[in-house]
Nanobody
Framework: QVQLVESGGGLVQAGGSLRLSCAASERTFSIYAMGWFRQAPGKEREFVATINWNGANAGYADSVKGRFTISRDNAKNTVFLQMNSLKPEDTAVYYC????????WGQGTQVTVSS
């Protein structure tokens, strides 16, 4: 069973930055396109960003485009999310998974943006 461990969340003021990390226990991590997702209270989990297997291509939800950057380090089985210019509406629990969401979800990391 693959384990996903997200970290790096916290409380930040609007306009601030955070860098999230997600480590996967899967040895074949490097062959998978990965994604970040988030779930705000009372809302469905939504897509945030995706990156292909070698990091050459990335895609973003319109709501975060230009503010968030996804990257990966295949040698460390880790995917990152650099979040800049944070807004209160970015408040959510953030998760990573393959783009197809085939692995069991981790515990996520809480991001809270105060106004």
């Amino acid at each position: 069973q693959v384990q996903l461990v997200e970290s790096g969340g916290g409380l930040v003021q609007a306009g601030g930055s955070l860098r999230l990390s997600c480590a996967a226990s899967e040895r074949t991590f490097s062959i998978y396109a990965m994604g970040w997702f988030r779930q705000a209270p009372g809302k469905e989990r939504e897509f945030v960003a995706t990156i292909n297997w070698n990091g050459a291509n990335a895609g973003y939800a319109d709501s975060v485009k230009g503010r968030f950057t996804i990257s990966r380090d295949n040698a460390k089985n880790t995917v990152f999310l650099q979040m800049n210019s944070l807004k209160p509406e970015d408040t959510a629990v953030y998760y990573c998974n393959t783009v197809s969401q085939i692995w069991r979800w981790g515990q996520g990391t809480q991001v809270t943006v105060s106004s």
